[in-house]
């Protein structure tokens, strides 16, 4: 198969720069401007004084003190994400868009793939005025990999036996699927690269890990099985955890606030919101036990993410020692498109 992964790059600041030509070549983030406000998306110039996404808006600005700092406009994101990714769709490849502003499509067949894939890339630049990098694979792991690789309007290629040089020196936080506390649990069984976790069988990460160690093993070896599927709905979106064993509430209290701060960075940055919040636990004894509420306006943002997931907390914890925790959104719809009607 030959599997494209396109990314924008710096898709919300790259906008603001097309909307207001002033702002290039500044340091730009796209945020909350409060204190307690995150970076959504940082401009690259920002990201040389170590500005990124999901970092708190005061530590961007401490460590850039001239950072640019211009609200979210979602509605505005949405309709330009349309439209480029409505050019690329015309292609006639299957094309699975999976965010705002990243997109696989598989273009096996193509009489010249890599051709193809900077023709799309070019004509993007020039109808849109948008920088877009690529990757080209024969999976979708990989080609997300290569699209990271060279930005920013990178384009990068991976074979088969480059593929598994790569993977070995990827760091384990650079492998799709290991978020940061996966990442911590594994640097503390001394795993930091690809070629590490090489190492460990399927049997331990299965049994560690659950149904992602099993991804786990197949990914780190160059495996992945999952096909472009054009119209692909996102059923929920979320965050769990595994801990040792505690019946601490501030505890708790703590986990499930970073819990809502992932889940609202994350329903921003893909322009969705959802209207059902659903609490999971996990006690000592394996036993599972959920609590949701759909609620007639969508939640959004980390405050009233946080709020309601504690109220379903409260409703549902007993006391007992807890080994899992999870927080998550369902019901889901694009928010710009929401937006969108207000415009």
């Known amino acids: 198969m030959d599997i494209l992964h396109v990314d924008m790059d710096a898709f919300f600041a790259s906008v603001e720069i097309l909307l207001n ?14 204190p307690s406000g995150i970076v959504t998306t940082a401009s690259y110039e920002a990201r040389k004084y170590g500005v990124h996404s999901a970092m708190p808006m005061f530590m961007a ?11 979210t406009r979602k509605g505005v994101y949405g309709e330009v994400s349309r439209k480029v990714f409505g050019y690329l769709e015309h292609y006639g490849y299957k094309m699975e868009q999976v965010s705002i ?23 993007v630049a020039r109808r849109f005025g948008l920088s877009m990098s690529c990757g080209l694979s024969y999976n979708k792991f990989l080609a997300k990999i290569a699209s990271d690789m060279d930005k920013p ?3 990068t290629v991976i074979d088969e036996a480059r593929g598994r040089e790569i993977i070995k020196d990827l760091p384990i936080s650079k492998i799709h699927g290991i978020g940061k506390k996966t990442a911590a649990r594994l640097r503390e069984l001394g795993i930091h690269t690809g070629a590490d976790l090489l190492l460990l069988e399927r049997d331990f990460l299965k049994e560690s890990f659950g149904k992602m160690g099993t991804e786990l093993y197949d990914r780190v070896r160059g495996v992945d099985l999952r096909l472009v599927e054009p119209g692909r709905k996102r059923k929920s979106i979320g965050t769990e955890e595994t801990f040792p064993e505690t019946r601490s509430r501030a505890f708790f209290k703590e986990r499930l606030m970073e819990s809502a701060r992932q889940t609202a960075f994350l329903m921003e940055k893909k322009g969705i919101v959802g209207y059902t919040v659903t609490v999971k636990i ?6 599972t036990h959920t609590k949701s509420k759909t609620f007639p306006e969508p939640v959004e943002g980390e405050k009233a993410l946080y709020r ?6 409260d409703s549902l914890y007993g006391g007992e020692k807890l080994r899992l925790l999870g927080l998550s959104v369902s019901a889901l719809e694009e928010n710009y498109s929401r937006q969108l009607r207000f415009l």
């Open 21 to 34: 030509p002033a702002l290039k070549n500044k340091p730009l983030a796209v945020g909350g401007r409060n």
């Open 61 to 71: 600005k401490s460590l850039c003190p001239n950072l640019i700092v211009v609200p």
């Open 101 to 123: 502003d990243e997109a696989y499509l598989d273009i096996t067949g193509a009489k010249d793939p890599a051709a193809l894939a900077k023709t799309m890339q070019r004509e």
């Open 153 to 155: 309007a990178g384009f």
């Open 282 to 287: 996990k006690t000592r004894d394996f036993d």
């Open 308 to 313: 309601e997931a504690k109220a379903l907390f």
